[in-house]
Protein backbone atom coordinates (compact mmCIF):
# COMPACT_ATOMS: atom_id res chain seq x y z
CA UNK A 1 0.00 0.00 0.00
CA UNK A 2 1.24 3.11 -0.89
CA UNK A 3 0.52 5.88 1.93
CA UNK A 4 -2.28 7.72 3.68
CA UNK A 5 -3.99 9.74 0.88
CA UNK A 6 -4.99 13.28 1.54
CA UNK A 7 -8.26 13.24 3.64
CA UNK A 8 -11.33 13.96 1.54
CA UNK A 9 -11.97 17.66 2.38
CA UNK A 10 -15.89 17.20 3.44
CA UNK A 11 -13.81 15.02 6.68
CA UNK A 12 -11.60 17.85 6.89
CA UNK A 13 -14.49 20.34 6.95
CA UNK A 14 -15.86 18.42 9.80
CA UNK A 15 -12.54 17.84 11.82
CA UNK A 16 -12.24 21.72 12.00
CA UNK A 17 -15.83 21.69 13.29
CA UNK A 18 -16.25 19.23 15.65
CA UNK A 19 -12.40 19.11 17.26
CA UNK A 20 -13.45 21.06 20.38
CA UNK A 21 -16.88 19.14 20.71
CA UNK A 22 -17.19 15.26 22.02
CA UNK A 23 -19.99 13.32 21.00
CA UNK A 24 -20.14 11.65 24.82
CA UNK A 25 -20.95 8.10 23.85
CA UNK A 26 -21.79 5.96 26.82
CA UNK A 27 -19.72 2.76 26.84
CA UNK A 28 -23.79 1.10 27.08
CA UNK A 29 -23.95 2.75 23.70
CA UNK A 30 -22.57 -0.68 22.14
CA UNK A 31 -23.83 -2.75 24.56
CA UNK A 32 -24.55 -6.81 23.50
CA UNK A 33 -27.14 -8.27 25.38
CA UNK A 34 -26.76 -12.25 26.26
CA UNK A 35 -24.64 -14.25 28.70
CA UNK A 36 -21.43 -12.71 29.36
CA UNK A 37 -18.91 -16.06 29.04
CA UNK A 38 -14.90 -16.35 28.60
CA UNK A 39 -14.87 -18.62 25.25
CA UNK A 40 -11.08 -20.41 24.11
CA UNK A 41 -9.57 -19.10 22.39
CA UNK A 42 -10.24 -16.18 22.19
CA UNK A 43 -10.30 -14.04 18.95
CA UNK A 44 -7.79 -11.06 18.13
CA UNK A 45 -9.69 -10.47 14.61
CA UNK A 46 -12.94 -8.54 14.15
CA UNK A 47 -15.63 -8.93 10.86
CA UNK A 48 -16.84 -6.30 8.80
CA UNK A 49 -19.73 -7.71 6.29
CA UNK A 50 -21.60 -6.01 3.71
CA UNK A 51 -24.84 -6.74 3.04
CA UNK A 52 -26.20 -6.36 -0.55
CA UNK A 53 -24.11 -8.64 -3.05
CA UNK A 54 -22.29 -10.43 0.08
CA UNK A 55 -25.76 -11.85 2.10
CA UNK A 56 -28.51 -11.19 -0.24
CA UNK A 57 -29.57 -9.86 -3.67
CA UNK A 58 -32.05 -7.45 -2.60
CA UNK A 59 -34.70 -9.94 -0.63
CA UNK A 60 -33.18 -13.04 -1.59
CA UNK A 61 -30.19 -15.01 0.95
CA UNK A 62 -27.30 -15.87 -1.19
CA UNK A 63 -26.49 -19.77 -0.45
CA UNK A 64 -23.26 -19.68 0.86
CA UNK A 65 -24.86 -17.11 4.01
CA UNK A 66 -26.41 -19.54 5.82
CA UNK A 67 -22.95 -21.82 5.56
CA UNK A 68 -20.64 -18.74 6.24
CA UNK A 69 -22.40 -17.72 9.45
CA UNK A 70 -22.74 -21.33 10.83
CA UNK A 71 -19.00 -21.39 11.40
CA UNK A 72 -19.45 -17.57 13.49
CA UNK A 73 -21.32 -19.32 16.22
CA UNK A 74 -21.33 -21.91 18.89
CA UNK A 75 -23.96 -23.93 20.47
CA UNK A 76 -25.38 -21.21 22.51
CA UNK A 77 -25.81 -18.84 19.44
CA UNK A 78 -23.12 -16.73 20.66
CA UNK A 79 -20.52 -15.21 17.75
CA UNK A 80 -17.18 -16.91 18.34
CA UNK A 81 -15.53 -13.80 16.63
CA UNK A 82 -16.58 -9.95 16.87
CA UNK A 83 -18.76 -9.32 13.88
CA UNK A 84 -20.56 -6.28 12.55
CA UNK A 85 -22.67 -5.66 9.69
CA UNK A 86 -21.39 -2.34 7.95
CA UNK A 87 -24.11 -1.53 5.19
CA UNK A 88 -24.49 1.25 2.84
CA UNK A 89 -28.04 1.69 3.27
CA UNK A 90 -29.85 4.62 5.39
CA UNK A 91 -33.64 3.33 5.02
CA UNK A 92 -34.48 1.82 7.69
CA UNK A 93 -33.86 1.48 11.74
CA UNK A 94 -31.16 -0.47 12.92
CA UNK A 95 -33.40 -2.92 14.72
CA UNK A 96 -35.32 -3.70 11.68
CA UNK A 97 -32.04 -4.64 9.51
CA UNK A 98 -31.40 -6.50 12.68
CA UNK A 99 -34.34 -8.51 12.31
CA UNK A 100 -33.90 -8.78 8.61
CA UNK A 101 -30.94 -10.19 9.07
CA UNK A 102 -31.57 -12.83 12.00
CA UNK A 103 -34.37 -13.99 9.49
CA UNK A 104 -31.61 -14.32 7.03
CA UNK A 105 -28.99 -16.23 8.28
CA UNK A 106 -31.23 -18.02 11.04
CA UNK A 107 -28.38 -16.35 13.73
CA UNK A 108 -29.32 -13.66 16.46
CA UNK A 109 -28.13 -10.46 15.34
CA UNK A 110 -28.54 -7.71 17.73
CA UNK A 111 -29.15 -3.86 16.57
CA UNK A 112 -25.42 -2.68 18.10
CA UNK A 113 -24.15 -5.01 15.12
CA UNK A 114 -25.92 -2.97 13.06
CA UNK A 115 -24.24 -0.31 10.80
CA UNK A 116 -25.90 1.90 8.72
CA UNK A 117 -24.82 4.39 6.55
CA UNK A 118 -26.34 7.09 8.72
CA UNK A 119 -24.98 5.77 11.90
CA UNK A 120 -21.64 8.18 12.81
CA UNK A 121 -24.52 11.04 12.22
CA UNK A 122 -25.07 10.25 15.84
CA UNK A 123 -21.87 12.01 16.72
CA UNK A 124 -22.73 15.49 14.87
CA UNK A 125 -24.12 16.87 17.70
CA UNK A 126 -23.36 20.53 16.52
CA UNK A 127 -26.33 20.10 13.91
CA UNK A 128 -29.10 18.15 16.95
CA UNK A 129 -30.69 20.92 17.59
CA UNK A 130 -31.14 22.86 14.42
CA UNK A 131 -33.37 22.49 11.92
CA UNK A 132 -33.08 19.62 9.04
CA UNK A 133 -33.90 18.54 6.04
CA UNK A 134 -34.22 15.30 5.53
CA UNK A 135 -34.39 13.28 1.87
CA UNK A 136 -34.74 9.71 1.07
CA UNK A 137 -37.22 6.68 1.58
CA UNK A 138 -38.37 4.95 4.49
CA UNK A 139 -39.27 6.52 8.01
CA UNK A 140 -36.17 8.83 7.50
CA UNK A 141 -37.95 11.44 10.32
CA UNK A 142 -37.65 9.02 12.92
CA UNK A 143 -34.44 7.91 11.60
CA UNK A 144 -33.25 11.23 11.89
CA UNK A 145 -35.16 11.49 15.65
CA UNK A 146 -33.16 8.46 16.68
CA UNK A 147 -29.87 9.75 15.71
CA UNK A 148 -30.63 13.00 17.76
CA UNK A 149 -31.99 14.96 15.53
CA UNK A 150 -34.77 17.28 17.25
CA UNK A 151 -36.35 19.39 15.05
CA UNK A 152 -36.42 17.56 11.21
CA UNK A 153 -38.48 18.31 8.49
CA UNK A 154 -39.22 16.34 5.24
CA UNK A 155 -39.17 16.95 1.46
CA UNK A 156 -43.16 15.66 1.47
CA UNK A 157 -43.66 18.64 4.50
CA UNK A 158 -42.22 21.41 2.10
CA UNK A 159 -44.13 20.54 -0.73
CA UNK A 160 -47.17 20.69 1.69
CA UNK A 161 -45.99 24.20 2.61
CA UNK A 162 -44.99 25.23 -0.85
CA UNK A 163 -47.13 23.29 -3.30
CA UNK A 164 -46.27 25.63 -6.57
CA UNK A 165 -42.63 24.32 -6.12
CA UNK A 166 -43.20 20.46 -7.35
CA UNK A 167 -44.02 21.06 -10.83
CA UNK A 168 -42.10 18.04 -12.89
CA UNK A 169 -45.38 15.69 -12.64
CA UNK A 170 -48.24 17.37 -14.10
CA UNK A 171 -50.48 15.30 -12.35
CA UNK A 172 -49.34 16.82 -9.08
CA UNK A 173 -49.28 20.05 -9.87
CA UNK A 174 -51.88 22.36 -8.07
CA UNK A 175 -55.23 22.68 -9.86
CA UNK A 176 -56.40 25.79 -8.60
CA UNK A 177 -53.75 28.63 -7.79
CA UNK A 178 -52.44 28.89 -4.26
CA UNK A 179 -50.36 30.95 -2.12
CA UNK A 180 -47.18 29.72 -0.08
CA UNK A 181 -47.99 28.47 3.19
CA UNK A 182 -45.46 29.58 5.67
CA UNK A 183 -45.51 27.32 8.79
CA UNK A 184 -42.34 25.70 8.42
CA UNK A 185 -38.77 26.98 10.25
CA UNK A 186 -35.84 28.27 8.36
CA UNK A 187 -33.76 25.01 7.54
CA UNK A 188 -30.65 25.12 8.73
CA UNK A 189 -28.76 21.94 7.61
CA UNK A 190 -29.62 19.49 4.78
CA UNK A 191 -29.15 15.40 5.38
CA UNK A 192 -29.46 12.92 2.52
CA UNK A 193 -30.05 9.49 3.67
CA UNK A 194 -30.12 7.83 0.34
CA UNK A 195 -31.51 7.23 -2.59
CA UNK A 196 -35.47 9.19 -2.42
CA UNK A 197 -38.09 7.43 -4.61
CA UNK A 198 -39.38 10.87 -6.85
CA UNK A 199 -35.76 11.99 -7.54
CA UNK A 200 -37.28 15.51 -9.49
CA UNK A 201 -39.16 16.25 -6.80
CA UNK A 202 -35.92 15.93 -4.07
CA UNK A 203 -33.56 17.67 -6.73
CA UNK A 204 -35.69 20.43 -7.09
CA UNK A 205 -36.87 21.50 -3.29
CA UNK A 206 -33.20 20.67 -2.15
CA UNK A 207 -31.77 22.93 -4.88
CA UNK A 208 -34.74 25.41 -3.67
CA UNK A 209 -33.00 24.84 -0.45
CA UNK A 210 -29.60 25.42 -1.16
CA UNK A 211 -30.15 28.68 -3.07
CA UNK A 212 -32.78 29.94 -0.87
CA UNK A 213 -30.63 29.59 2.22
CA UNK A 214 -33.29 27.63 3.95
CA UNK A 215 -36.02 30.11 3.31
CA UNK A 216 -38.17 28.46 0.22
CA UNK A 217 -40.99 32.03 0.53
CA UNK A 218 -37.91 33.82 -1.03
CA UNK A 219 -36.32 33.68 -4.56
CA UNK A 220 -32.93 31.78 -5.77
CA UNK A 221 -29.80 33.70 -4.32
CA UNK A 222 -27.10 32.30 -6.52
CA UNK A 223 -24.85 34.46 -6.31
CA UNK A 224 -24.58 34.05 -2.17
CA UNK A 225 -21.72 31.67 -0.76
CA UNK A 226 -21.49 29.34 1.33
CA UNK A 227 -24.47 27.35 0.78
CA UNK A 228 -26.35 25.77 4.13
CA UNK A 229 -24.13 22.66 5.42
CA UNK A 230 -25.20 19.45 3.49
CA UNK A 231 -24.44 15.96 4.64
CA UNK A 232 -24.36 12.81 2.82
CA UNK A 233 -25.19 9.06 3.57
CA UNK A 234 -24.05 6.60 0.93
CA UNK A 235 -22.18 7.56 -1.96
CA UNK A 236 -22.70 4.10 -3.69
CA UNK A 237 -23.07 4.48 -7.41
CA UNK A 238 -25.01 1.44 -7.93
CA UNK A 239 -25.91 -1.77 -5.88
CA UNK A 240 -27.07 -4.80 -6.69
CA UNK A 241 -30.40 -6.74 -6.46
CA UNK A 242 -31.94 -9.58 -8.02
CA UNK A 243 -31.48 -8.12 -11.40
CA UNK A 244 -28.54 -9.10 -13.25
CA UNK A 245 -26.96 -5.73 -13.37
CA UNK A 246 -26.25 -3.37 -11.07
CA UNK A 247 -28.84 -0.52 -9.73
CA UNK A 248 -28.53 3.15 -9.56
CA UNK A 249 -27.80 3.69 -5.50
CA UNK A 250 -27.28 7.35 -3.84
CA UNK A 251 -24.18 7.85 -5.23
CA UNK A 252 -26.09 8.13 -8.73
CA UNK A 253 -28.34 10.65 -6.82
CA UNK A 254 -25.72 12.88 -5.35
CA UNK A 255 -23.66 12.88 -9.19
CA UNK A 256 -27.43 14.63 -10.07
CA UNK A 257 -27.61 16.79 -7.28
CA UNK A 258 -23.82 17.97 -7.59
CA UNK A 259 -24.31 18.42 -11.22
CA UNK A 260 -27.71 20.68 -11.21
CA UNK A 261 -26.07 22.84 -8.47
CA UNK A 262 -22.97 23.52 -10.31
CA UNK A 263 -24.90 24.08 -13.56
CA UNK A 264 -26.99 26.84 -12.29
CA UNK A 265 -24.45 28.47 -9.98
CA UNK A 266 -21.30 27.81 -11.85
CA UNK A 267 -19.64 26.31 -8.13
CA UNK A 268 -19.02 23.17 -6.62
CA UNK A 269 -21.50 21.54 -3.86
CA UNK A 270 -19.23 21.55 -0.27
CA UNK A 271 -20.40 18.95 1.56
CA UNK A 272 -19.66 18.87 5.04
CA UNK A 273 -19.32 14.98 5.98
CA UNK A 274 -19.37 12.21 3.56
CA UNK A 275 -20.42 8.74 5.28
CA UNK A 276 -20.82 5.40 4.43
CA UNK A 277 -18.07 3.15 2.86
CA UNK A 278 -15.58 3.98 1.80
CA UNK A 279 -15.15 6.80 4.56
CA UNK A 280 -12.05 6.21 7.09
CA UNK A 281 -15.29 7.67 9.45
CA UNK A 282 -17.18 4.71 8.44
CA UNK A 283 -14.70 2.17 9.59
CA UNK A 284 -13.64 4.14 12.41
CA UNK A 285 -16.82 3.87 14.00
CA UNK A 286 -17.37 -0.01 12.74
CA UNK A 287 -14.53 -0.95 14.87
CA UNK A 288 -15.23 0.85 17.80
CA UNK A 289 -18.26 -1.16 17.32
CA UNK A 290 -16.29 -4.84 16.99
CA UNK A 291 -14.07 -3.74 20.07
CA UNK A 292 -17.04 -2.64 22.03
CA UNK A 293 -18.05 -6.91 21.25
CA UNK A 294 -14.93 -7.98 22.71
CA UNK A 295 -15.03 -6.01 25.88
CA UNK A 296 -18.88 -7.40 26.65
CA UNK A 297 -17.69 -10.96 25.99
CA UNK A 298 -14.46 -10.15 28.67
CA UNK A 299 -12.55 -11.08 25.47
CA UNK A 300 -8.59 -9.74 26.87
CA UNK A 301 -6.91 -9.95 23.49
CA UNK A 302 -6.88 -6.85 21.71
CA UNK A 303 -8.94 -6.91 18.21
CA UNK A 304 -5.47 -6.13 16.20
CA UNK A 305 -6.75 -7.03 12.65
CA UNK A 306 -10.15 -6.60 10.86
CA UNK A 307 -11.42 -8.28 7.69
CA UNK A 308 -14.07 -6.42 5.48
CA UNK A 309 -15.92 -8.46 3.39
CA UNK A 310 -17.73 -6.53 -0.23
CA UNK A 311 -18.77 -7.40 -3.18
CA UNK A 312 -17.94 -3.29 -4.38
CA UNK A 313 -14.15 -2.40 -5.30
CA UNK A 314 -14.99 1.33 -5.12
CA UNK A 315 -16.57 1.16 -1.76
CA UNK A 316 -15.70 -2.19 0.19
CA UNK A 317 -12.18 -2.17 -0.76
CA UNK A 318 -11.70 1.08 -1.27
CA UNK A 319 -12.56 2.03 1.94
CA UNK A 320 -11.45 -0.71 3.82
CA UNK A 321 -7.76 -0.38 2.32
CA UNK A 322 -7.75 3.57 2.63
CA UNK A 323 -8.74 2.89 6.54
CA UNK A 324 -5.71 -0.15 6.18
CA UNK A 325 -3.52 2.67 5.04
CA UNK A 326 -4.75 5.11 7.97
CA UNK A 327 -4.33 2.94 10.59
CA UNK A 328 -0.52 2.33 9.39
CA UNK A 329 0.37 5.87 9.06
CA UNK A 330 -1.55 6.11 12.90
CA UNK A 331 0.97 3.60 14.08
CA UNK A 332 4.17 4.88 11.73
CA UNK A 333 3.55 8.19 13.67
CA UNK A 334 2.96 6.54 17.13
CA UNK A 335 6.10 5.01 16.85
CA UNK A 336 8.07 7.71 15.49
CA UNK A 337 6.74 9.93 18.40
CA UNK A 338 8.10 7.49 20.97
CA UNK A 339 11.36 7.26 19.45
CA UNK A 340 11.78 11.06 19.45
CA UNK A 341 10.65 11.18 23.03
CA UNK A 342 13.48 8.38 23.86
CA UNK A 343 16.09 10.33 21.70
CA UNK A 344 15.85 13.50 23.63
CA UNK A 345 14.75 12.42 27.24
CA UNK A 346 12.46 15.14 27.78
CA UNK A 347 9.34 13.29 26.88
CA UNK A 348 7.88 16.00 24.58
CA UNK A 349 7.58 15.89 21.08
CA UNK A 350 6.26 19.57 20.54
CA UNK A 351 8.53 19.92 17.32
CA UNK A 352 6.97 16.88 15.01
CA UNK A 353 5.03 17.57 12.88
CA UNK A 354 1.45 17.49 14.01
CA UNK A 355 -0.42 18.55 10.54
CA UNK A 356 -2.37 14.90 10.51
CA UNK A 357 -2.87 14.75 14.33
CA UNK A 358 -6.33 17.01 14.50
CA UNK A 359 -8.07 14.13 12.28
CA UNK A 360 -7.03 11.50 14.17
CA UNK A 361 -7.82 13.39 17.62
CA UNK A 362 -10.95 14.34 16.34
CA UNK A 363 -12.13 10.79 16.31
CA UNK A 364 -10.27 9.36 19.10
CA UNK A 365 -12.01 11.91 21.33
CA UNK A 366 -15.37 10.55 20.16
CA UNK A 367 -14.62 6.71 20.08
CA UNK A 368 -11.92 6.52 21.64
CA UNK A 369 -8.36 5.14 19.96
CA UNK A 370 -8.39 1.91 17.91
CA UNK A 371 -6.91 -1.06 18.67
CA UNK A 372 -6.49 -2.64 15.31
CA UNK A 373 -3.35 -2.03 13.02
CA UNK A 374 -4.64 -3.38 10.09
CA UNK A 375 -7.80 -3.73 7.94
CA UNK A 376 -7.80 -6.57 5.13
CA UNK A 377 -10.42 -6.73 2.13
CA UNK A 378 -11.92 -9.39 0.58
CA UNK A 379 -13.74 -9.13 -2.43
CA UNK A 380 -16.68 -11.97 -3.50
CA UNK A 381 -17.74 -12.56 -7.13
CA UNK A 382 -21.69 -12.58 -5.96
CA UNK A 383 -22.71 -9.24 -6.13
CA UNK A 384 -21.54 -5.73 -7.96
CA UNK A 385 -17.81 -7.14 -8.81
CA UNK A 386 -17.59 -9.29 -12.26
CA UNK A 387 -14.40 -10.98 -12.06
CA UNK A 388 -13.85 -10.78 -15.74
CA UNK A 389 -14.46 -7.02 -16.46
CA UNK A 390 -13.73 -4.79 -13.03
CA UNK A 391 -10.06 -5.00 -12.47
CA UNK A 392 -7.40 -4.49 -15.21
CA UNK A 393 -4.62 -6.95 -15.50
CA UNK A 394 -1.99 -4.22 -14.83
CA UNK A 395 -4.01 -1.85 -12.64
CA UNK A 396 -0.79 0.45 -12.26
CA UNK A 397 -0.77 0.99 -16.45
CA UNK A 398 -4.56 1.30 -16.97
CA UNK A 399 -5.27 4.02 -15.06
CA UNK A 400 -6.89 6.42 -18.11
CA UNK A 401 -8.92 3.38 -19.57
CA UNK A 402 -10.45 2.46 -15.67
CA UNK A 403 -13.97 4.63 -14.82
CA UNK A 404 -14.24 5.09 -11.35
CA UNK A 405 -17.22 4.93 -9.64
CA UNK A 406 -16.33 6.63 -6.24
CA UNK A 407 -17.44 9.71 -5.57
CA UNK A 408 -16.17 13.23 -6.74
CA UNK A 409 -14.24 13.60 -3.48
CA UNK A 410 -12.69 10.21 -3.50
CA UNK A 411 -9.25 9.98 -5.11
CA UNK A 412 -9.18 7.26 -7.70
CA UNK A 413 -5.78 4.95 -6.59
CA UNK A 414 -5.17 1.42 -8.12
CA UNK A 415 -3.65 0.10 -5.24
CA UNK A 416 -7.31 1.28 -3.54
CA UNK A 417 -9.13 -0.86 -5.32
CA UNK A 418 -7.04 -3.75 -5.28
CA UNK A 419 -8.47 -6.25 -2.64
CA UNK A 420 -6.18 -8.44 -0.49
CA UNK A 421 -8.20 -11.48 -1.68
CA UNK A 422 -10.95 -12.49 -4.31
CA UNK A 423 -12.68 -15.34 -3.26
CA UNK A 424 -16.03 -16.84 -4.59
CA UNK A 425 -18.66 -16.35 -1.65
CA UNK A 426 -18.64 -14.98 1.61
CA UNK A 427 -18.52 -18.94 2.83
CA UNK A 428 -15.16 -18.98 0.96
CA UNK A 429 -14.19 -15.63 2.58
CA UNK A 430 -14.60 -16.98 6.26
CA UNK A 431 -12.78 -20.04 5.56
CA UNK A 432 -9.84 -17.93 4.17
CA UNK A 433 -9.82 -15.55 7.38
CA UNK A 434 -10.15 -18.81 9.67
CA UNK A 435 -6.76 -19.97 8.10
CA UNK A 436 -5.07 -17.04 7.89
CA UNK A 437 -5.36 -16.27 12.01
CA UNK A 438 -5.09 -20.21 12.43
CA UNK A 439 -8.75 -19.62 14.63
CA UNK A 440 -10.14 -23.09 15.10
CA UNK A 441 -13.25 -22.28 16.97
CA UNK A 442 -14.41 -24.73 19.78
Known sequence: MRGLLPFNRALNALCNRQVRRRAGFASSECGFS??????KPQPCFGLLFDIDGVLVRGKIPIPAAKKAFQ??????GQFVVPVVFVTNAGNCMRQMKADQLSHILGVPITMDQVMMSHSPLRMFKKYHDKCVLVSGQGPVLDIAKNLGFQNVVSIDMLRESFPLLDMVDHNRRPKLPSSPIANLPTVEAV?????????ETNLQLIIDILLTNGNLSGAHQTQKLPHLPLLACNMDLMWMAEAQSPRFGHGTFLVCLENIYKKITGKEVKYK??????????YHFAEYLIRGQAVERNWTQPITSLYAIGDNLMTDIYGANLYSCYLKERNRRKNSKAVAKMATGTGSNAALPQDNDHVENVWESELAPPSA????????????????TEVPTYANKCIKETVFHGHRDFRFDPALVEPGHIVQDVADAVELIFEQEKFVPQ
Open 34 to 39: GIVSVS
Open 71 to 76: KLVNSQ
Open 191 to 199: ILFGEPIRW
Open 273 to 282: ALMGKPSELT
Open 373 to 388: TSCKSILVCTGVYNPH
